[in-house]
C-alpha cells in the first residue's frame, strides 16, 4: 500500500532552497557581504597557491598540502556561494533536481578530500617532529604525490559510490529544504523510497571513510602534542609548536563545526543555528585558511613581502621606461656592448 502511495504522488523536478528567506529586508545587505567574502577567499587561496609555485623556498611536503587545500577550498566555496549569491540577487530560490545532485556530488566530493588532506598534513607534520631522521626519506616527492592523487581519488570515489545509490531514490516532496545549499541529509528526506536504506548506507560510509582520517589525525596530534611537551627548553616547545599550530587551528575548526552541525538536532527551532554553523565550514573556514597560514608562518610572509617588492621594482622599471625613453634605451645598448 505505502508503496502505491508514494507511485501515486508528483515526482519532484525542482528544489526550493529556502536560504536565508526568513530576512526579507536584508537580501541586498547579506548579497554584497557573501560577494565580498567570496572575492576575499578565492583571491587569498589563490595568492597561497601563486606564492606556493613561485617562490623555491616553499617547494616543501607541507606546503605542497597546502597548496592542495587552498586549491580546494577555492573550488569548495565556488561550489556553494555563486548559486546562494544568485538566490539573494534574483529571489529565485529553485534549484532543477539534477542541480541538487551536482552541487551534492561536489560537495561530497570535496569535504571527503579535505578530510583525507588533513590527515596527510598531520602525518607531515608528526614524522617532522616525531621522527625527524627518518622525515626527509619517508616524505619524498612521490610519497606526498601519492598521498595528495589518494585523497582526491578516496574522495572521487566514496561520493560517487554514495551519490549512485542516492539517485535511485525517487523525490516526491515536499520539495523545500530549510537550507542555502542542498545538504545531503534534508535532501535525503524528501524521498518517498527507500530511505531508510540510504540513511543506512551514509552512516556506513561515513564510519568506513570518513571516520578514520578524523582519528588518524586525533592520534597525530595526541603524538606531536606528548613529543612537544618532552623537550626540555621553553625555545625549543615553542619552535616545535609553531611548525604545527596552523594546521592544528584549522583542523579544530573544520572538524569543530562538522561535527556540531551534524550531531546537532534537526528542530525547526534549531534551523537558524544549523544554518550559522553551516556558514562556519562552508564559507568562513575556505576564508580564514589563508589568513591562519600566512599570518602564522614566517615563510609564507617572507614569500609574499618578496612578490611585492618584486612587483614594486618591476613598477617603478615600467615608470622608468615610460618616463625617460633615452635613459632605457642607453642602458639597453651598454647591456648589449
Request: proline content about 4%; aromatic content about 12%; some cysteine.
Amino acid at each position: 500500500m505505502a508503496d502505491r502511495d508514494w507511485r501515486n504522488q508528483t515526482v519532484v523536478k525542482e528544489i526550493l532552497l529556502l536560504g536565508f528567506g526568513d530576512f526579507p529586508d536584508l537580501q541586498i545587505l547579506l548579497f554584497l557581504i557573501f560577494l565580498v567574502i567570496y572575492m576575499a577567499t578565492v583571491g587569498g587561496n589563490m595568492l597561497i597557491v601563486v606564492l606556493i609555485v613561485s617562490d623555491q623556498h616553499l617547494h616543501t611536503p607541507m606546503y605542497f598540502f597546502l597548496g592542495n587545500l587552498s586549491c580546494l577550498e577555492t573550488y569548495y566555496t565556488s561550489t556553494i556561494l555563486p548559486r546562494m549569491l544568485t538566490s539573494l540577487l534574483t529571489g529565485d530560490k529553485t534549484i532543477s533536481v539534477i542541480g541538487c545532485f551536482t552541487q551534492l556530488y561536489m560537495f561530497g566530493l570535496l569535504v571527503c578530500t579535505e578530510c583525507y588532506l588533513l590527515v596527510s598534513m598531520s602525518y607531515d607534520r608528526y614524522l617532522a617532529i616525531c621522527k625527524p631522521l627518518h622525515y626527509s626519506t619517508r616524505m619524498n616527492n612521490r610519497f606526498c604525490l601519492q598521498l595528495a592523487a589518494g585523497s582526491w581519488l578516496n574522495g572521487c570515489l566514496v561520493t560517487t559510490i554514495f551519490i549512485l545509490f542516492l539517485s535511485q531514490l525517487t523525490f516526491c516532496g515536499p520539495n523545500k529544504i530549510d537550507h542555502f545549499y542542498c545538504d545531503i541529509i534534508p535532501f535525503m528526506e524528501l524521498s518517498c523510497s527507500g530511505k531508510h536504506w540510504i540513511v543506512l548506507l551514509h552512516f556506513v560510509i561515513s564510519c568506513v571513510f570518513i571516520l578514520p582520517p578524523f582519528l588518524l589525525t586525533l592520534t597525530s596530534y595526541v603524538c606531536i602534542i606528548a613529543t612537544i611537551l618532552r623537550i626540555p627548553s621553553t625555545t625549543g616547545r615553542q619552535k616545535a609548536f609553531s611548525t604545527c599550530s596552523s594546521h592544528l587551528i584549522v583542523v579544530t575548526i573544520y572538524y569543530g563545526t562538522l561535527m556540531i552541525v551534524y550531531v546537532l538536532p534537526k528542530h525547526d527551532t534549531l534551523s537558524l543555528l544549523n544554518k550559522v554553523f553551516s556558514l562556519s565550514y562552508t564559507v568562513m573556514t575556505p576564508l580564514v585558511n589563508p589568513l591562519i597560514y600566512s599570518l602564522r608562518n614566517r615563510e609564507v610572509k617572507e614569500a609574499l613581502s618578496k612578490a611585492v617588492s618584486k612587483c614594486g621594482f618591476h613598477k617603478n622599471v615600467l615608470k622608468l621606461c615610460l618616463n625617460h625613453p633615452d635613459t632605457f634605451e642607453n642602458l639597453r645598448l651598454s647591456a648589449l656592448i
